[in-house]
């Protein structure tokens, strides 16, 4: 998996893009104000003292500016929007919302993929598109990121069919301020998992991919931001579709190369900027199963970031 999601979420508590170059985006026909280069997003985790708000708003203080878009992870029960996706839009960002399929907590029952294709969850979904509806503002939803790694919810054709009913109830309630992402872990646009054809869905409009370098806590290779991410930005060319990344990261380099992490980041910024696809992405600003991604685990590596964010090519 692209990150130890059940960590995550135990932390956490709790339409239609035009054509991939830079330029207008819509959201479900609707018209949003136009993305100059790449949003810049991120999940920041929070630490000892810190509730979400705080956490995000305290990055953003460190990093000075606030970031567009906002990564979030909800339960299946949870409200669509949420006190937290609230909040986040209200201050300005664009929320981008993991909608799993599991009860409860990260650990409680899961919902089978099955049961929401078979409509029998279709009065819940009506209730949630309904509310989505009203709302309005902008949001980037995903349904049940990372899939792949989740077997007990059912097979890659029935992720395919609960992804295409969900999208389906949704558009014939009227929800057009959702902006719908596949997303899948790196590895599978990479081949593994039978591939992300394997997992996609009828309609969507965004290609999603989560990815990390945990190279060298890890005993893996080495990987720049492009090594992780190519070949979800190949499949998205192919596609016809714009690409969004979800997750983010990499730890620190090691006593031999204490800037390695901000030369990672100054390297991930090049790349960002010479992607026309791309059009957001979102930092992991957390910890989890041994892996510190903080933006500010060195003090090079937070300068790299803060410069990082203040390219005016990040939105």
């Given at each position: 998996m692209a990150l130890n999601r059940r960590d995550l979420l135990a932390q956490a508590g709790g339409a239609v893009v035009?054509?991939?170059?830079?330029?207008?985006?819509?959201?479900?026909?609707?018209?949003?104000?136009?993305?100059?280069?790449?949003?810049?997003?991120?999940?920041?985790?929070?630490?000892?003292?810190?509730?979400?708000?705080?956490?995000?708003?305290?990055?953003?203080?460190?990093?000075?500016?606030?970031?567009?878009?906002?990564?979030?992870?909800?339960?299946?029960?949870?409200?669509?929007?949420?006190?937290?996706?609230?909040?986040?839009?209200?201050?300005?960002?664009?929320?981008?919302?993991?909608?799993?399929?599991?009860?409860?907590?990260?650990?409680?029952?899961?919902?089978?993929?099955?049961?929401?294709?078979?409509?029998?969850?279709?009065?819940?979904?009506?209730?949630?598109?309904?509310?989505?509806?009203?709302?309005?503002?902008?949001?980037?939803?995903?349904?049940?990121?990372?899939?792949?790694?989740?077997?007990?919810?059912?097979?890659?054709?029935?992720?395919?069919?609960?992804?295409?009913?969900i999208r389906t109830v949704f558009d014939q309630a009227g929800v057009t301020n959702a902006t719908w992402v596949l997303t899948l872990m790196a590895s599978t646009y990479n081949g593994g998992y039978g591939g992300p054809s394997n997992w996609e869905p009828d309609n969507y409009d965004i290609v999603g991919v989560d990815g990390y370098n945990r190279y060298p806590v890890a005993n893996v290779k080495y990987r720049s931001f492009a090594d992780i991410f190519g070949p979800a930005r190949a499949f998205a060319v192919r596609r016809g579709k714009p690409l969004g990344i979800g997750e983010y990261g990499c730890v620190e380099q090691g006593v031999n190369d204490p800037n390695g992490k901000a030369a990672w980041f100054a390297d991930a910024g090049a790349t960002m900027k010479a992607w026309p696809e791309l059009r957001f992405a979102c930092y992991s600003h957390v910890t989890a199963s041994g892996y510190d991604y903080w933006v500010d685990s060195s003090a090079s590596s937070l300068a790299a970031f803060k410069a990082l964010g203040a390219d005016p090519y990040f939105a």
């Open positions: 035009g054509m991939a170059t830079i330029g207008q985006l819509t959201y479900g026909g609707t018209a949003a104000a136009a993305v100059p280069g790449c949003q810049w997003g991120v999940r920041a985790l929070p630490r000892a003292g810190e509730n979400p708000m705080t956490a995000l708003t305290d990055l953003e203080t460190a990093v000075g500016r606030r970031f567009a878009i906002e990564r979030q992870y909800q339960v299946w029960g949870a409200a669509l929007p949420g006190k937290f996706t609230l909040w986040a839009s209200s201050q300005g960002r664009t929320p981008y919302i993991g909608w799993q399929a599991w009860t409860g907590t990260n650990s409680g029952p899961r919902v089978p993929w099955s049961s929401i294709s078979n409509g029998s969850r279709d009065t819940f979904l009506n209730k949630q598109a309904a509310s989505l509806k009203a709302w309005g503002q902008p949001v980037y939803l995903t349904f049940h990121h990372e899939p792949e790694d989740d077997p007990d919810c059912g097979t890659a054709a029935e992720y395919r069919a609960a992804y295409n009913h």
